[in-house]
């Protein structure tokens, strides 16, 4: 991850408005506002998030505002300006850097952050970003970097609803091209709306972890930030490190189950073979095991 800082020049150049982060591999950007900093001196786009009492803006905005302030991807001679600053290919995070991040439109620009000098409030932020996304039966388990673990259901997703109703929309869609039963053509939203409530987990499912943890996503048009899955669903009476212990003491590889079964590794693949163990997950040349399963009786 790389982060910049973005600072003012009218307001005060060694000020930390916000900060900009950078994910190479998903080559996705977001942005966390400083809590000190009001609408009135929040940059461009980030006021009305700053309005809303929000203060991590998601990847679609945060792209926004980082594609003012760079060559577009439509310029008519993008090729001879990216071999003019020794570039090969199209890179958004390297033209902002050369662009300083300043644009005609305010007077921002950004500055490098080496990892010894990220802020302690961008630490702490980032410390409460989401960690994982589990989906489990009709609800699914959101576990944060602190170690909060949440419960929540399709109907606890903290969606406004105009967009709860075009993410419906959209799984409707879908429902009505893998079920066979439901016209593809029907008029009547009866038939769609029956197959959303009969598979409440499906909705959950099309949700997945964004990069960097910022947030839910699905497609561009929906984000839902970590800041409002903070408080949604329900809070779980566990930690994350619970989970990570009950893999340690109860999760087994192939070795460790031919270890205790008295047996070969051989002996192990065959028993999967013939269905007599049932793994919990698949790996190249490697199962794993719940150590509980493998004190059952083999029948």
Request: proline share 5%.
């Amino acid at each position: 991850m790389k982060a910049f800082a973005i600072r003012d020049t009218s307001i005060q150049k060694d000020r930390d408005l916000a900060w900009l982060l950078y994910d190479p591999d998903s080559m996705c950007f977001t942005i966390e506002i400083s809590e000190d900093v009001d609408e009135w001196e929040a940059p461009l786009i980030l006021s009305s998030f700053v309005k809303k009492g929000k203060r991590s803006v998601d990847p679609y905005w945060s792209q926004v505002w980082v594609e003012q302030r760079i060559v577009p991807r439509e310029r008519q001679n993008l090729g001879t300006i990216l071999r003019d600053n020794g570039l090969e290919e199209y890179d958004p995070c390297r033209l902002l850097i050369l662009s300083d991040g300043r644009c005609a439109q305010d007077d921002c620009f950004i500055v490098p952050l080496p990892e010894k000098k990220i802020p302690g409030e961008l630490r702490r932020r980032l410390s409460l970003r989401l960690s994982g996304f589990l989906h489990s039966g009709d609800h699914s388990l959101l576990f944060f970097r602190d170690g909060m673990v949440r419960s929540i259901t399709q109907e606890e997703l903290p969606l406004q609803e105009a967009q709860r109703m075009r993410l419906l929309q959209y799984h409707r869609a879908l429902s009505n091209a893998r079920d066979p039963e439901i016209p593809a053509g029907s008029s009547n939203p009866a038939d769609s709306v029956g197959t959303v409530d009969s598979r409440p987990d499906d909705l959950l499912q099309l949700f997945f972890l964004h990069a960097q943890g910022s947030g839910l996503a699905l497609e561009d048009d929906y984000h839902i930030s970590y800041e409002d899955l903070r408080n949604a669903g329900t809070l779980l009476p566990v930690n994350a490190s619970d989970f990570h212990a009950f893999v340690q003491e109860n999760v087994v590889d192939t070795a460790s189950a031919a270890e205790l079964l008295h047996c070969t590794r051989q002996n192990i693949q065959d028993l999967v073979r013939r269905k007599k163990l049932t793994p919990v997950k698949v790996l190249k040349n490697n199962f794993l095991f719940l150590r509980e399963d493998l004190g059952r009786p083999l029948t």
